[in-house]
């Protein structure tokens, strides 16, 4: 049994929550955070023992594992406390706020030798394993992603999300995702332009964030992508499509399905994808089992250079020139 504790009771800390109920093989022994609200609503709820104290939760409830659920900002001293104990330490994406926080967490992990994951949930699709080997080997020359979601148009959704300064936006806060899996799947990126526009939320003082943005990618290997986003679609569309003389396949994140041809071949093949964090948190508490850092698929080094992905996707928006990576 793997003795998880978490950091942070909001909508994610919440899901995995719920998520870890259902696993045999963890338990989850303890649950931190500073609004007193919401630790109350999550105790009630998941009848786990909570704390204001992020360092008093590690001493007394001696975890193995602490799951990290904070804003980005808030992760070096979280990671810190816990690795030095010899905690492993699962960190939710984005892995950090910039890229300097991102190195000391790294360097962190790196000098304890605790087990780490971040939560790039997709990895551990079933549709993007086939994916992967459906294109080993063969040429791939253009991509088109989307994801399309209706954040914005959701009166109850938590404000702090549209605050530019808070989330990032949904470049940084969840196009991240594809910009990840998009490495995974394709290799590095060498450079990014794009731009951006609020034609159906305007900007306001509670709405700092663009609704919609639309970015292009070249890796260095030559691919070309192109990235359309948005948080005004009345739907949900989480999709890659790969293109060239020899394939032609789309990746369906919500379906869980890659489908398509390669070679004129006819390719359809579904996975069930519906517990997506379930796969990710188990990697993590059997990675820890074993004290095998190799049984997850995105670990913390390997996320920083989705994160940086993502910060310059920001500055090529926000400037509207071509960033180097």
């Keep these: 049994m793997v003795r998880l504790a978490v950091a942070g009771s909001g909508w994610q800390g919440q899901g995995h929550l719920s998520t870890m109920k259902d696993i045999n093989e963890i338990e989850v ?36 594992g602490v799951i990290i659920c904070t804003p980005p900002e808030v992760r070096e001293f979280l990671v810190r406390e816990a690795a030095e104990r010899g ?6 994406k984005p892995p950090a706020k910039n890229l300097e926080m991102a190195k000391k967490v790294d360097e962190i992990l790196d000098r304890t030798g605790v087990i780490n994951s971040v939560g790039f949930m997709y990895r551990y699709s079933g549709a993007v394993e086939k994916t992967r080997e459906l ?4 040429r791939v020359a253009l991509v088109r992603s989307a994801m399309l979601d209706g954040l914005a148009l959701r009166p109850n959704w938590p404000r702090w999300f549209f605050d530019k300064e808070r989330s990032g936006g949904p ?9 990840d899996l998009s490495r995974y799947l394709l290799g590095e990126v ?7 526009d609020n034609l159906v939320v305007s900007k306001a003082d509670d709405f700092t964030i663009e609704d919609s943005f ?23 569309v989480t999709q890659i499509e790969f293109i060239s003389d020899e394939l ?19 390719v359809y093949f579904e996975s069930n994808d519906d517990a997506l964090y379930r796969l990710e948190l188990e990697a993590f508490a059997k990675a820890i089992a074993e004290n095998n850092q190799d049984v997850v698929l995105s670990t913390y080094k390997d996320s920083i250079q ?6 310059k996707v920001v500055e090529a928006l926000e400037t509207g020139i071509k960033v180097k990576i």
């Design 171 to 179: 470049a940084f806060d969840q196009a991240i995702h594809i910009f």
């Design 29 to 64: 022994v303890g649950i931190c955070d500073l609004n007193d609200e919401m630790l109350t609503k999550a105790v009630n709820k998941f009848g786990v023992k909570g704390f204001h104290d992020y360092v008093e939760m590690l001493e007394e409830t001696k975890p193995d």
């Design 135 to 138: 294109i080993a080997g063969k």
């Design 214 to 236: 639309s970015v292009t990618m070249k890796y260095t290997n030559g691919i070309l992508q192109s990235h359309t986003h948005t948080w005004s679609y009345p739907g949900v």
């Design 190 to 196: 060498d450079r990014v332009t794009g731009y951006q």
């Design 87 to 92: 905690i492993h330490c699962f960190i939710e």
């Design 306 to 311: 989705s994160l940086e992905v993502a910060l």
């Design 248 to 266: 032609h396949l789309t990746l369906d994140l919500v379906k869980g399905v890659v489908s398509g041809k390669v070679d004129e071949i006819q």
